[in-house]
């Protein structure tokens, strides 16, 4: 007859989607901050200044 097997009961189920939800969101802010500054680096080198995400000649 086999052991029984011990039932992890520390960790509700319930906390994997909201940690995976926490996660993901984390990830999309990271991802989107990246890119803005990105994006005002190449603005800079075009000689630009980044208004409301929009690159705009210095006049």
């Known amino acids: 007859m ?5 039932i992890k ?12 939800l926490f996660l993901v969101t984390i990830a ?3 991802g ?3 890119e803005r500054t990105r994006e005002a680096e ?3 080198d075009r000689a ?3 208004s409301d995400l ?5 006049k």
């Open 9 to 20: 009961a520390n960790r509700p189920m319930l906390l994997h989607p909201i940690r995976t």
């Open 48 to 50: 630009g200044v980044l």
């Open 28 to 30: 999309f802010v990271a």
């Open 42 to 44: 190449r603005c800079v």
């Open 54 to 58: 929009l690159c705009e000649d210095q």
């Open 32 to 34: 989107m901050v990246y």
């Open 2 to 6: 086999c052991p029984p097997v011990a």
